[in-house]
């Protein structure tokens, strides 16, 4: 027997996902974006106190660097926000080669349209992807409970 209390051949079918570690990681996720943002706010006011002719989130990345190089901030702290943040990346380059790649729009009923279509669009997938993840994890965690009270699923 394990730790787990399986047997060596056995399968662990628990869920990866539970309360404790939702919790957990969606703090760590709020620590990191956190610091990230401290570093933003660092970097545009260095840029308003001393004039630079640069962008302050630049000067914040390189703050963060200089930070994560001498160990005032440890890199998991900044990790998981870290990796999801560079997962969505590519949908902020999606606009971009939309209008690149399609000739501009000319008549303002065009210009409406695809403005109320954008707008539409984001509220959908504001509002749809935590009610979605609501449903999957409270889905996975009602299958978990009833796994343990021991009523068939």
Known sequence: MTETGLR????DYSPRFTAATISSRATEGLRGLCILFAFLLAGEGMISLLHLPFPGSVIGMLLLTVALRIGIVRPEWIRLTARTLLFFLPLLFVPLCVILFHPPVATVSALLRYGVLGLLGTLILL??????????FSFALGRREARRSGKPE
């Open 8 to 11: 060596s051949g056995d399968t």
């Open 127 to 136: 509002l749809g992807t935590p009610l979605c993840l609501f449903l999957l």
